[in-house]
């Protein structure tokens, strides 16, 4: 089971990124999937997440706006589209997905970490002139 986020690197504020995390080991069709990030010397923090049919977007009140997730099963892959970048969006960003109960999926999804069962390496992103 493997999550590999790719996309992150050095942008201007103002700027834009799009992350993508790609899945293998297991169809994450019917999973949570989230995005992370953790600043050094701070907490993770949840930031967006999206259910396995799209029907439920969540975001972080301090990224609401700016950025987009989105997902496409046929390729087991999440998204997320980061515009007007901030110095303080300056992170190591990670995707994470959340398996549901057998035979059931979930109708929203969450921001809490330890809700979710699978992470990757993690991809940094800074913002800096």
């Known amino acids: 089971v493997r999550l590999v986020e790719s996309g992150g690197g050095l942008v201007q504020p103002g700027g834009s990124l799009r992350l993508s995390c790609r899945a293998s080991?297991?169809?994450?069709?019917?999973?949570?999937l989230g995005w992370f990030r953790q600043a050094p010397g701070k907490e993770r923090e949840g930031i967006s997440c999206i259910t396995s049919t799209g029907s439920d977007k969540s975001y972080a009140e301090s990224v609401e706006g700016r950025f987009t997730i989105s997902r496409d099963n046929a390729k087991n892959a999440v998204y997320l589209q980061m515009n007007n970048l901030r110095p303080e969006d300056t992170a190591i960003y990670y995707c994470a997905a959340e398996r549901p109960p057998p035979g059931t999926y979930y109708s929203v999804c969450t921001h809490q970490g330890n809700e979710y069962d699978y992470w990757g390496q993690g991809t940094q992103v800074t913002v800096s002139t």
């Open positions: 080991g297991f169809s994450p069709d019917y999973y949570v």
